[in-house]
């Protein structure tokens, strides 16, 4: 199936019923998280890939875009002008993709032109769609970030099936970089199979025939991981399917995953292909992994989740201007983990 297709299973538009924004659900304290924020303003996905955990998450089938953007904005001015030093991120990616929707309803449009005036806030829309037209001419000021999470040709046509090609998110890559938006990259989840190393290389260089490295903001690297109660569903859901065939073991935030010397196995070669193309400036980083899967890795570990939020924040001050000034580290470290804030 053509990947707009599944734009017709849009059910309803939604005013905004309490509050939408906060941390993202992942966030767990026994792994580094880069403690993202999310708005919920899109719930459901029309894409079905056999990995998703939407479906177990959400009862309701219905794909829901929330319409009132006034509400939303003023929400998140109220939540981030309580910490003015503070860079947030926030994503509108958690419950649904962040484009996919957008020649239904227009909602990414006008949250890229509210954002753009707001001084401690970028946005991030993070897409397996190659709907880019209807953003290419909003008025952004760098302050959105437009991301994918990319994989394989082979991952695309056999778990991602009602997803855009890759050549097809490829040509909105360039299109968006061409419209002055910064990018972010996601290799997450990075799916074993016979002949993945090949595929996760040849994936990179693809991506670094569009995408140039001064435009881009940070490359997070995930693997697999999916919950017990999931593995049922998607056996149930997608029998054809062979990704919870795999040795995996079950992790302290329950989600199980594959043992830990493949991962680092499947890390570290995606990481020294990404280097080939980077000079350090962009942020790369791991999704929900310990301590030590980093310093495997990497060869370092941020010091805390404060720290690592930190640095993203840095990140965007020096090389984009994105800030009103400096942040500080002290300050990043003091958030409390789980206070939503």
Not at 136 to 160: A, C, D, F, P, Y
Not at 165 to 173: E, F, G, P, S, V
Not at 183 to 194: A, K, R, S, T, V
Request: net charge neutral; glycine share 6%.
């Amino acid at each position: 199936m053509d990947y707009e297709e599944g734009t017709r299973g849009l059910e309803t538009l939604e005013e905004k019923k309490g509050n939408v924004m906060g941390v993202c659900a992942t966030f767990n304290e026994k792994y580094l998280c880069c403690r993202v924020h999310v708005i919920k303003t899109v719930q459901n996905c029309p894409f079905n890939c056999t990995y998703c955990f939407l479906q177990q998450y959400l009862n309701d089938s219905k794909t829901k875009v929330i319409t009132d953007i006034d509400s939303i904005i003023e929400e998140v001015l109220e939540k981030t002008n309580r910490q003015p030093w503070r860079m947030f991120r926030i994503g509108t990616w958690e419950l649904g993709d962040s484009l996919a929707l957008e020649r239904v309803f227009p909602q990414a449009s006008m949250l890229i032109e509210r954002f753009a005036d707001i001084p401690n806030a970028v946005l991030e829309l993070k897409t397996k769609s190659a709907v880019v037209e209807p953003i290419l001419r909003v008025r952004h000021k760098g302050k959105t970030i437009v991301s994918w999470s990319v994989n394989t040709e082979r991952i695309i046509e056999t778990e991602e099936k009602a997803t855009a090609a890759l050549k097809q998110r490829l040509r909105a890559m360039k299109a968006v970089v061409d419209a002055g938006y910064l990018l972010g990259i996601h290799f997450d989840p990075m799916i074993l199979y016979n002949g993945w190393q090949e595929d996760y290389r040849h994936l990179v260089q693809e991506i670094f025939s569009v995408v140039p490295e001064e435009r881009l903001v940070w490359v997070s690297i995930g693997s697999l991981r999916f919950s017990p109660e999931m593995k049922r569903l998607i056996e149930i859901n997608h029998p054809s399917t062979n990704i919870t065939l795999a040795e995996m073991v079950v992790g302290d935030d329950g989600k199980m995953r594959y043992v830990k010397p493949i991962r680092v196995q499947m890390y570290r070669l995606l990481y020294e292909e990404l280097m080939k193309y980077l000079s350090g400036d962009s942020i790369v980083y791991l999704c929900m992994e310990r301590w030590d899967v980093w310093d495997k890795v990497f060869g370092y570990h941020p010091k805390s989740i404060g720290h690592l939020d930190w640095l993203f924040a840095t990140s965007l001050h020096r090389r984009f201007s994105i800030g009103v000034k400096e942040p500080e580290r002290e300050r990043y470290e003091k958030i409390a983990h789980f206070s939503g804030e």
